[in-house]
């Protein structure tokens, strides 16, 4: 069994704060190839995490052996690229971007009502928020309340700057009042879709060829409030190039309750899998994302 994931970016706040000071003095280039040398450590210390990502590309990609352990390894060391271009980010460093079908998000954001943005984690959706915003409508995020100090404050600090604000996941369900207040002002929601914390409730979708359970939450939302619905996927294409795609999620309309938001979940699933395919390298989940067991 894998370890559960824990949300949290890794190494101390004293650590994260030294790397942000060397990025904001050093070559991004020269920290990827720093990477490279811990980066079996790493691995040799997770194995469980080792095993989930090969099991796959093994099992659901169909991968040969050598193929699928090739995959691993390239895996950890795009992840490594990614938290290594987050904190660039709070240093200061700019990425480029290529952004397919960016008419489909600024449409919808050129009208009063507010609308919802499903992410996932597949590639690096926070780069987004420094790309893909407008000064028109705020942007609200909800992601994982409990990363480090350091992460959540530039986090915070940076993507304020892009007319963002955060949500935070609430034990208490507050965050629940916030984004139906965002919604119902006319604001954008953005929240990932992929991954079920605790005891929600959720929906069975195949992804891959198998079934797997996404929260039901964000589909329930949409269909119950029938706002917009666009999906972005954030993928990396080379060391200093993001290349975001933003995708229409058009909501059923026919069908009781349930029905329409099964429905809109399998297009959700349709559309991950498609991305997988694509960028079979670049899914940070970790964790067995087909297994009923419960995460977060």
Not at 61 to 67: C, W
Not at 232 to 245: E, G
Request: with cysteine.
């Amino acid at each position: 069994m894998a370890a559960k994931w824990t949300g949290k970016t890794d190494g101390t706040p004293r650590m994260q704060r030294a790397l942000i000071w060397l990025l904001r003095r050093t070559d991004i280039r020269l920290m990827y190839a720093v990477m490279v040398l811990w980066l079996p450590f790493y691995m040799l210390f997770r194995p469980s995490t080792v095993r989930v990502q090969y099991r796959l590309f093994r099992e659901r990609l169909g991968y040969s052996r050598m193929k699928s352990m090739r995959s691993v390894c390239r895996n950890f060391y795009n992840f490594g690229e990614v938290v290594i271009d987050r904190f660039a980010a709070h240093a200061g460093k700019r990425f480029e971007y290529v952004i397919e079908h960016k008419e489909l998000f600024y449409d919808i954001a050129d009208k009063e009502d507010g609308f919802i943005v499903l992410s996932s984690h597949l590639g690096n959706f926070e780069m987004a928020g420094y790309e893909l915003t407008t000064p028109k409508k705020k942007m609200h995020v909800v992601l994982y309340a409990g990363d480090t100090e350091v992460v959540m404050e530039n986090r915070e600090r940076i993507l304020a700057s892009h007319n963002i604000a955060l949500i935070p996941l609430q034990k208490d369900m507050s965050h629940v009042y916030a984004i139906g207040n965002a919604l119902s002002n006319g604001e954008i929601v953005a929240m990932p879709a992929d991954r079920r914390v605790g005891d929600g409730k959720t929906v069975s979708v195949p992804v891959l060829g198998k079934e797997a359970k996404l929260p039901m939450g964000p589909f329930a939302l949409a269909v119950t409030r029938e706002d917009k619905v666009l999906v972005v996927f954030v993928v990396k294409d080379n060391s200093r190039m993001y290349h975001i795609y933003v995708k229409a999620l058009p909501i059923p309309m026919e069908g009781k309750v349930r029905e329409r938001i099964n429905a809109l979940a399998n297009q959700y699933g349709t559309m991950l899998s498609e991305m997988i395919r694509r960028y079979p390298t670049q899914l940070y989940n970790y964790y067995d994302f087909w297994s009923e067991e419960k995460w977060l």
